[in-house]
Nanobody
Framework: QVQLVESGGGLVQAGGSLRVSCAASGSCFRINTMGWYRQAPGKQRELVAVITSGGSTNYALSVKGRFTISRDNAKNTVYRQMNSLKPEDTAVYYC????????????????WGKGTLVTVSS
């Protein structure tokens, strides 16, 4: 059983910064892509950023240049650095990881964190 535990987040003023992390625990034979998604009030869930096991990244246009995703493979942890935050960034942010749970699994499956609320005040 794989668990993704998110830490950080909270309330921040517009223009401020936050750094959050998501650690995978349990049976993690190999973790492929990790990433962040968010869902703003009344909006659809959207991709924020993803990072491959090799370190390649992709960002949503709305956060590009302001957010940075990184990972520590030794700790099975992905990070999200958010700078120049805007009220429009207010959302529940979800950690995602594609995890191969065992050598015998042969493929990875998506796991999700419970989500953390980031509120950006104007």
């Amino acid at each position: 059983q794989v668990q993704l535990v998110e830490s950080g987040g909270g309330l921040v003023q517009a223009g401020g910064s936050l750094r959050v992390s998501c650690a995978a625990s349990g049976s993690c034979f190999r973790i492929n892509t990790m990433g962040w998604y968010r869902q703003a009030p009344g909006k659809q869930r959207e991709l924020v950023a993803v990072i491959t096991s090799g370190g390649s990244t992709n960002y949503a246009l709305s956060v590009k240049g302001r957010f940075t995703i990184s990972r520590d493979n030794a700790k099975n942890t992905v990070y999200r650095q958010m700078n120049s935050l805007k009220p429009e960034d207010t959302a529940v942010y979800y950690c995602n990881a594609e995890v191969v749970v065992a050598a015998t699994a042969g493929y990875g499956m998506d796991y999700w964190g419970k989500g953390t609320l980031v509120t950006v005040s104007s």
